[in-house]
């Protein structure tokens, strides 16, 4: 399963403690030293969130200890966590930042200050040996994963669209004879644009049926939707607007994005029935394009109009 969504404790580093050391009948302990921050990171070698465990707490450092002859704690590592792009930032479910760029870093957590060694207590009598100066910095964070692509591929099942992400892309996802073998998004890179190809929608996916609607905020980044109806349909253009029905229910955002409708398996029907799918399409106004995965020139002919489109 793609790990999208994580929750965990994550807490900086606490202040190292002064020293009470004496030398020569002197006070000459040092403070301690500075615990870890906590940043978080964006990279684009990590995919998902998988490598977080929510019954694990994450934390920085605590920082040393002061040392004898006034020698402050030294100095710890701060503790940075790896993100994938794009991923929103959430402390006590309230939003506190994107991770949207590789090597993009967040600070989320300080670390607490060192306690004061006696050296410094003796010189500034006003101060306590006040251990909440140590405190360091605690939050329960969300992490929420929404992969970035310029066409989602939407669709009922079975509709051809993994083996059209296989033949535009490097991708070399499943495919096969039944409905639901894509079970998560799954993304493709054509000429430097990002295709994400989605589990199959049916009537009743907003209601529970089916892969369910999880998958709907991979969605929001993506530029055009490409809605794939299979010419095995009796009537694909009723399928078309009982999909358009479900997606305006499932999302607003997706239902309102530009969109082109693929006609899949070309091969399947004759000449007659295709030519008049299609002009039923383009006589209520939709884009329309067919293809078949064994015709080179429609898939290329679809691969140059993604091109324009999102050009
Ligand atoms: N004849 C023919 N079969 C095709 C064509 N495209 C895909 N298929 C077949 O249709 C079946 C379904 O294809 P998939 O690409 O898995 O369909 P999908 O839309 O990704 O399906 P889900 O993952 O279940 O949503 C597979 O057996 C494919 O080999 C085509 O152009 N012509
Ligand atoms: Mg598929």
Redesign the pocket.
Known sequence: MLQDIVKIRIESGKGGEGSSAMYANRCSGGDGGKGGDVYLKGSMHTYDLSRFDPEKTYKALNGQPGQQKERKGDKVEDFTLLLPLTTEVYLNNNLIGKIENDGQVLKILEGGVGGYGNATLLRNRELRSNETERENEKGVFTFVLKLKSDVIFI??????????LNELTNAH??????????LEPQLGIMDGLVLM?L??LIEGTYDGKGLGTSFVKHTENCKLVAH?VSLEDEDPYQSYTSMREEIRKISKDMFEKPEIVVL?????VDEKKLAETVKIFKDNGIEVLS????DTDAVNTLRNKFKELLS
């Open positions: 669709g009922y099942p079975n509709a051809g669209k993994s083996s059209l996802v499943k495919t096969a004879p039944y409905q639901f073998t894509t190809d589990p199959g794939f899949t398996k070309t091969d399947l293809t078949c995965i064994i």
